[in-house]
């Protein structure tokens, strides 16, 4: 009896040794200083990955914006040049050889010879200032409404349609048999008066109908953007006219005019990318068929991080025009 208890004793003993031993092996678990060392650079380089991540993320963002806006930029040019382009020596539904300007027809409007400029230099840059006389946009044509009673005028055309030509603009008349360039002296109700005679009475029962457009000299230049003198600017104008200049595109580092000629007069191109200044020099115009122009546009500054000329973004667009009946002239 005495032997049962003594060894019962001695289990519990036991059992209580080694339930206060639990807790001793419990306190040496933890974080060694290599561990916490190892966790600390590993989260930064994490830390730092993400950060570049973010930088060239941030770096691809600005520069596709930007590359968006230059190109925007160039396909607005292209969009408020084609109509202007595309009536470039416009003569109505005659062929340009039989246009007939009338005694105040100056030089610039003059569509026998409808292009023109010089060279010049804008703050360093050269470029050639085109300069063209086109008709206006085809929701401007005006039909005749009765033939001329002289040679004199007015021209009768439909009530209100008068409103597209003002006094001491120009304006050309074709029946696609002829074609009178003339400048418009007033206008009625009605009626359109020339100040001069022309070389025809259009509208007569003996030819087809006639029809009227307003005709305008333009001429592309550069010129500092008027709300920050640090940018250039293209712009449009209008020649000898009341029109305020409008700006095309900002941030313009080049401007490059070139021709394609047709020097035999077959309708075929085969001089392509002539400068404008050699055209002008050797006086060939009448040749022109189409036209091209390169324009070099700049971003601001800091788009691309760390890149050359502050970050600024260049890129070049080439523009090209057919004027629709430049290649009617000599046939």
Avoid at 259 to 269: A, E, I, M, Y
């Amino acid at each position: 009896m005495s032997t049962s208890l003594h060894m019962t004793s001695r289990n519990t003993v036991s059992r209580i040794t080694s339930s206060r031993g639990s807790p001793r092996l419990g306190r040496q678990a933890g974080v060694g200083l290599v561990e916490l060392m190892i966790s600390l650079v590993l989260g930064l380089l994490i830390t730092a990955m993400a950060v570049q991540m973010f930088s060239t993320s941030r770096s691809t963002v600005s520069t596709q914006e930007a590359l968006s806006y230059l190109q925007e930029s160039a396909r607005y040019v292209s969009f408020r040049l084609q109509p202007l382009m595309r009536n470039v020596g416009y003569a109505g539904c005659a062929n340009s050889r039989d246009i007939t300007n009338s005694s105040s027809v100056d030089d610039e409007h003059d569509l026998t010879a409808p292009f023109g400029g010089q060279q010049r230099t804008q703050r360093g840059v050269s470029y050639f200032n085109l300069s063209f006389v086109a008709a206006s946009k085809d929701g401007d044509e005006t039909t005749m409404t009765s033939s001329m009673s002289s040679l004199g005028g007015p021209l009768f055309v439909r009530s209100d349609s008068e409103a597209a030509f003002t006094a001491g603009d120009f304006a050309l008349v074709s029946d696609c048999n002829s074609t009178d360039v003339f400048k418009v002296s007033g206008t009625t109700q009605g009626k359109v008066e020339t100040l001069d005679t022309l070389s025809r009475t259009y509208g007569s029962s003996q030819s087809s109908n006639a029809y009227l457009y307003p005709v305008h000299a333009w001429e592309l230049l550069l010129d500092d953007q008027a709300s920050d003198t640090s940018v250039r600017a293209l712009y449009l104008d209008r020649i000898n006219a009341n029109f305020s200049r409008e700006e095309l595109a900002s941030g313009v580092q080049g401007f490059d005019v070139s021709f394609s000629l047709d020097t035999t007069g077959n309708g075929s191109v085969d001089r392509v990318k002539v400068p404008a200044a050699t055209v002008r020099s050797e006086d060939r115009w009448s040749e022109v068929r189409r036209i091209e122009i390169a324009l070099t546009l700049e971003s601001l500054p800091g788009v691309v991080p760390g890149g050359d000329n502050n970050g600024r973004l260049t890129r070049t667009f080439n523009l090209t025009f057919t004027p629709r009946n430049l290649q009617l002239r000599d046939s």
